[in-house]
């Protein structure tokens, strides 16, 4: 598995996927300016993924976070700040209608956002693959025993040289148990 705390991601001007011990994210390629975070979606990927969910059922903002979080094992979840702004676009474009009004108003989609859809049904398809393999990745590995046992360690270290008595034989001692931990993680 290769892990990466930042830098740059490889390969691609538009982007790869970077794991870090404790997440898995998705960063700028070499033209993108290495390193920064991008979004899951651009703005009309993200139209097509939640088209697409509304094509399937209606549905309302909080039921389209939600479910895209649900997918993704928690590892995205698009923000109100997004998702509404972008529900009125596709209202704009013709593509949804609202089906109900209230305090949450559900949208469906139209006959118009149907056939958007199957034009670009591979696109589509990609998207949704894309969110399936983050959700794959979060379930595969749960890191809260990496992030319990990794704070044990920290509290463990605080509370043994918070002593007054700490020699530097002490500090080598824990820094050669620690290296010796991290060499049989490297050997998994």
């Not at 994210?25 to 139209?47: A, N």
């Not at 591979?122 to 809260?144: K, M, N, T």
């Not at 700490?166 to 080598?172: F, K, Q, R």
Request: hydrophobic share 40%; net charge neutral.
């Amino acid at each position: 598995m290769f892990f990466a705390y930042g830098g740059r991601g490889c390969g691609s001007r538009h982007g790869s996927w970077r794991r870090g011990p404790f997440e898995v994210r998705w960063e700028m390629g070499h033209r993108g300016g290495g390193g920064r975070r991008r979004r899951m979606f651009d703005g009309e990927e993200l139209r097509l993924v939640l088209l697409k969910l509304i094509a399937d059922q209606p549905r309302h903002g909080y039921d389209l976070i939600r479910d895209i979080e649900e997918r993704t094992g928690g590892a995205y979840a698009p923000s109100a700040g997004v998702i509404y702004p972008t529900l009125t676009m596709l209202d704009d474009m013709g593509l949804i209608e609202a089906v109900s009004e209230g305090s949450r108003k559900e949208f469906a989609a139209t006959q118009a956002g149907r056939a958007h859809l199957a034009e670009r049904e591979d696109e589509v398809a990609a998207l949704f693959e894309r969110l399936d393999a983050l959700g794959e990745e979060r379930a595969r590995v749960d890191r809260a025993p990496i992030r319990r046992a990794t704070a044990n360690l920290f509290s463990a270290l605080q509370h043994r040289l918070s002593r007054g008595d700490v020699t530097a034989d002490m500090l080598h001692d824990a820094a050669a148990i620690i290296d010796e931990a991290a060499q049989k993680i490297e050997r998994l």
